[in-house]
């Protein structure tokens, strides 16, 4: 685990029950964000625990109930809503949330301008952790997602909250992408609910890592699981060998209740800010 000492290691909050399972009525704007579709979403009669990957949900399209697996993010994401009411409105998902908190503690505790952030929101989606970060003030904010779906949901559904949004595989840049992404002159990463399970691996992290300038902040969600002892995702290693190497800095990490499984059980993520202190170089990802 890479908590550093002292870090506010808050206590998981599980107390909320899962509530209604099926959804599909309004979802009102409380909280200052664009009202939006609620689209009918039914949770499985779930008794066994699976693992995230393989969770699924029923959603009514075109008149039809219709089984869609959480990770279908091309098939979520063309749904206007439909990523919203499943992940946020039924499963109370706070990693946006936390991790833009975490970041601004920091910031301030530095005495640092949010509008001075150039971020770089790697596994962008939808575009609700830059809607967060906006909120905080964060001056400039570039989107890469590996999904055209994605690209397209952010821009119909947030249009002004990225400055700039691009479609790339970090494991496999072109040169023109490099020079495109170098062209940012990036300060901060932000990865949320991103990393591990399929999504975005190590060698990824570390290249939009490396896009980061040296001083500039580091800000993540990861899976408990994938920090610990056990881990066989490579994070874990990834992100200790980073800390013993002197390559990133760890201001604050905390452990939180990143949103209920279809069981209505938490699961726990890790947010992690800190300042990247130099690249990660090819040797660490061996
Ligand atoms: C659970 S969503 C999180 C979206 C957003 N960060 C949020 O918190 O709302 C995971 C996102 O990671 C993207 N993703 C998965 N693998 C990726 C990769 N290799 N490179 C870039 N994005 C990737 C998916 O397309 C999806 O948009």
């Excluded at 870090?7 to 099926?22: N, Q, R």
């Excluded at 970060?133 to 909250?161: K, M, N, P, S, Y």
């Excluded at 700039?164 to 992408?177: A, F, I, K, Q, R």
């Excluded at 300060?187 to 691996?201: H, K, M, Q, S």
């Amino acid at each position: 685990m890479v908590l550093p000492s002292g870090s506010g290691h808050a206590p998981p909050d599980d107390g909320v029950g899962i509530g209604d399972m099926e959804n599909g009525t309004s979802s009102p704007a409380t909280d200052g964000r664009a009202a939006r579709t609620a689209v009918p979403v039914r949770l499985p009669e779930q008794s066994e625990a699976i693992d995230q990957d393989a969770e699924y949900c029923s959603v009514l399209l075109e008149g039809r109930w219709q089984t869609v697996r959480f990770h279908d993010y091309d098939r979520i994401f063309s749904v206007p809503g439909l990523y919203e009411t499943l992940f946020h409105d039924l499963l109370d998902c706070r990693s946006p949330d936390v991790v833009g908190a975490l970041l601004t503690e920091e910031l301030r505790r530095d005495g640092v301008a949010a509008s001075a952030l150039r971020v770089l929101d790697l596994g962008a989606g939808n575009g609700l952790v830059a809607q967060r970060l906006r909120t905080v003030g964060a001056g400039h904010v570039v989107g890469v997602d590996i999904l055209a779906e994605a690209r397209q949901a952010a821009l119909r559904d947030r249009a002004e909250v990225y400055d700039d949004y691009h479609v790339l595989d970090m494991t496999g840049l072109s040169d023109s992408e490099v020079e495109l992404l170098r062209g940012y002159r990036f300060n901060a990463l932000a990865c949320v609910a991103a990393l591990g399970y399929g999504d975005i691996p190590v060698r990824a992290f570390a290249t939009a890592f490396n896009f980061v300038s040296d001083g500039g902040w580091v800000a993540f969600t990861i899976k408990d699981r994938f920090l610990s002892e056990t881990d066989e995702s490579g994070f874990a290693r990834l992100v200790r060998r980073c800390e013993e190497r002197g390559l990133l800095r760890v201001r604050a990490s905390r452990r939180y209740r990143h949103r209920l499984d279809v069981r209505g059980e938490p699961l726990h993520y890790v947010a992690v800010v800190g300042i990247k202190q130099a690249d990660i170089g090819a040797d660490l990802l061996d």
